[in-house]
């Protein structure tokens, strides 16, 4: 039965909306989205901002802006995102909550189109996607193609049409605070808390639905290791959820590990190749074109596509690494799950403890 909540489209005059923003050692981040938040053309709302344990406290950030916004401002031991959320949402008065992450700038008529879409078509819960902003590093650029790329996963983020029922992702999220109290806010996962929260939404029978409008500037990791981890991250907690919530393992979320362990193969190939043909074997030579091949016909649909978007070579040859990075560290991270968990049986907490944020 799909659970539409009491709200009706005039109704939503009425309604307020509830900022939460999570942030742990941004300070410089935390300033810019709250400089965005004090452009919004649609001003009914207030931020929560809360530092999960610190030790580059925003608190004077924060207090630049109290006479531009509604905002307060939190500080609590280190405990990780979502329970930080939860903190946030226990304080707040909005009859929504938006959730976003701190790393993220909003254009002026974020809010406003949330408005309009809600008085359109009321839900329960929505977000949507993410871009580029124009004076983001040529990395940053890069990483945003891997993670929006139809040709990496990243088609499985958001965009206008979606194969599938749609999850929204903590980075944009709304939802009535009702509905987000009553499915208990957050879990105590440290990765993929924000899909755990989303399926059983989904199976609480609640209406969920992207607003392609309500996008967000997402500024991700600025270097490679910080996003090799993120995404190797995500790929454990898939299986997490897919312990926690049987039945939720799709097609798409297997082929970063097939990915994976195929360039893995490609390369041994390559190398056999190699070896062969110095020694004087024939074969060798064709042993490592096939294993380079592939490879080397990858990078160049990213780096042909990811340049053509962009306007720019350079980006098109760092989203090359970008998109191997994050494929193989997704990839690799599912994989390390699936045996710790699936073959070994060891816990959810038990097995990963040295990924958990510090």
């Not at 489209?9 to 410089?28: E, G, K, Q, W």
């Not at 059983?200 to 996003?227: C, N, Q, T």
Request: hydrophobic share 45%.
């Amino acid at each position: 039965m799909r659970r539409l909540s009491h709200i009706t489209a005039d109704s939503i005059h009425d309604m307020t909306y509830s900022v939460l923003i999570p942030v742990y050692n941004r300070p410089d981040e935390v300033r810019e989205l709250l400089e965005s938040l004090a452009g919004q053309r649609f001003t009914d709302f207030e931020v929560i901002v809360v530092d999960d344990g610190s030790t580059r406290p925003c608190a004077d950030v924060v207090r630049a802006y109290a006479g531009r916004l509604d905002v307060r401002y939190f500080a609590k031991p280190n405990s990780g995102p979502g329970p930080t959320r939860n903190y946030a949402a226990a304080r707040a008065q909005g009859t929504y909550l938006l959730i976003l992450d701190s790393d993220v700038v909003l254009p002026p008529d974020y809010l406003q189109h949330i408005q309009e879409e809600l008085q359109q078509a009321p839900c329960d819960a929505f977000g949507g996607p993410d871009r580029a902003h124009p004076d983001f590093t040529p990395v940053q650029k890069a990483i945003n193609y891997a993670m929006t790329s139809f040709f990496t996963t990243g088609g499985i983020r958001g965009g206008k049409h979606k194969l599938d029922k749609f999850y929204p992702r903590s980075f944009n999220m709304g939802m009535r605070r009702d509905v987000f109290s009553a499915l208990g806010g957050f879990s105590d996962m440290r990765f993929g808390e924000d899909i755990d929260l989303s399926t059983r939404l989904i199976r609480g029978g609640y209406v969920s639905r992207l607003m392609p409008e309500a996008w967000v500037w997402h500024k991700r990791r600025v270097d490679f290791r910080k996003f090799f981890r993120q995404v190797h991250n995500s790929g454990i907690a898939r299986i997490h959820l897919t312990l926690r919530h049987p039945g939720t393992l799709k097609l798409v979320h297997l082929l970063p590990a097939v990915f994976t362990v195929g360039c893995a193969l490609l390369v041994v190939l390559a190398v056999t190749g190699l070896v062969l043909w110095a020694a004087g074997n024939p074969v060798g030579g064709v042993l490592a074109t096939a294993g380079v091949a592939p490879l080397l016909l990858f990078a160049l649909l990213i780096g042909a596509d990811a340049a053509w978007r962009n306007r720019s070579l350079r980006i098109g040859l760092i989203a090359v690494a970008a998109a191997y990075v994050q494929l193989l560290g997704y990839g690799s991270g599912f994989l390390r799950a699936w045996w710790h968990r699936c073959v070994r049986g060891r816990g959810e907490f038990e097995a990963f403890t040295k990924n958990f944020y510090k």
